[in-house]
């Protein structure tokens, strides 16, 4: 076949196999784009989940008569004119190609009048140069009849009437959600599914989520509101055991926009870790905002995923948040109390989210690090305090490379996850909250009779630390429990470590430099082995951890456990001239 231009008709039917894939899809392109010219209120009809008829009124903005014909046309759209403009985009669409898609699937009608004109005009998909004048109060009326008729492929796909409509539902309760000002009437075969008048005070709002999400998650959720960087995340999480077996309320609004984002979804997961039971997923409705520059919209042909130009202090800022919210539910509150309508413009500062980390000089990484005890005073440790920045890729197995403010951070995972294991345990031994793992076959170790004797004298301070030891015969000690920070580690030869250490009048302070010294060997087979593979997310958790860690900056042994050189360290190397 020789090479030839596609018909435009054909170029729209092919475009319409991305943009609209079923009559959900439909519904999602014509309310954003009623929402795009600042409709207030809206109102859906459907017939048979809107294959047979899908018709959406607004009273937004209006389209000129003379503009009518174009709003049919491939890629017109009001919305930007530069790629400039795509890199700062606030609304929903601007890929000019969902009505001329809709319209060649279906038979489509537009019918809108301008706010200042004095009467509404029509226009019918099939003939695009007869425009004809037609009664309509201010605002625009889409009309999509027969979805599919002159794409019978496509129809076949459709699924029953009803999964359908739960599509379209899901749809249209994300909408309500990303837009609570919106007042929003839904009919689906001439019986009212939906009328959500505009929600503005707290009360109202938290009404709005409850009809969507249900009683059942408001009454549970903890409010939360932060702002960091640059970055404003706010809306309802769970709390924790009211946890779901599924992962279906999950609601995350970015800009006014609701998407489906696994970075993000992973982030709020993540701040649940320490508190989810395994096999249980946390439900929300997370409203964040920032520079729409930040992030890439235009990612996706039906725009639900992003993609953010610096994921790392986005997932960072989300899971912290989260964390924080759970931890403390009691100072985190239950409503809203700023919650105006969606202003992404109003939270941004143009500027990337990295330059908000702190900043390190090399030599005084250290320092820095032994001071993270200030970690104690909450609101400072805030924001974007990623001094040891953020994992690029693992060396040889072995070294972690991470990328700061500064420059380069080269890590050694292993050491450092031994010397947070140790500081861990102290931590929660001097909080007596050591957590014990028991074991279900206590290895018994043959010792000496003194040896046994002194476990059996230092059997509760032994305990305070998460060893369980029982004396069962003059030379025989049973292995009961060790402490769960170092599951993993063989119990017997950790026990037998710590034996030598026993003698004479212990205080605790005593014991932990025993276990320290220990640890020193032991964890070392705990800790994560040299070579073993990490995922970029453990290896800035393992940052994250260090950061938080007193000392991690040498390992049990005394080691370094980072090395730090900075841009002007690495232009020195290479004789570069800055
Ligand atoms: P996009 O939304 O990406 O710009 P569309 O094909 O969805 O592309 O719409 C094309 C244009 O038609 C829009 O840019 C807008 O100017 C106009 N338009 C569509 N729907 C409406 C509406 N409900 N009210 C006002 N203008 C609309
Ligand atoms: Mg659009």
Redesign the pocket.
Known sequence: MPIRELPAHLVNQIAAGEVVERPASVVK??L???L??G?SRIEVELEEAGVKLCR?R?D????PRD?LA??LARH????ISSLEELEHVA??????????SIASVSRLR?T?RERSADSGFMLDGADCDGVSPAAHPP??T?EVRDLFFNTPARRRFLRSERTEFGRVREVIERIALSRSSLALRITHNHRQILDLPAAVTPAELVDRVSRVCGREFTDNAIYVQRESGGMLLRGWLVRPVHARSQPDLQYMILNGRAIRDKLLAGAVRAGYRDVLYRDRWPAFVLYLDMDPAWVDVNAHPAKQEVRFREPGPVRDFVRRTVEAAIAEPAAAGVGPHDFGAHAASSVVARQSPLAFAMPVSPGRVREQLASYSRLAAPAAAEDHSAPLGYALAQLHGVYILAQNANGLVIVDAHAAHERISYERLKATVRQSSVQVQTLLVPPVLAVSEREAGQVEQHGELLERCGFLLSRVAPDRVAVRGIPALLTGVDPGMLVRELLPGLSGDLVLDDLLNVLDRVLAGSACHAAIRANRRLTIEEMNSLLRDMERTERSDQCNHGRPTLVALSMSELDQLFARGR
């Open positions: 392109e014509l954003e784009n009623s795009d010219a409709a959406v607004d937004g903005t209006g389209i503009e174009l709003a017109a759209t009001s919305k609304t929903l669409g601007f890929r000019g190609e969902a009505l001329p537009i809108s605002g625009t889409v």
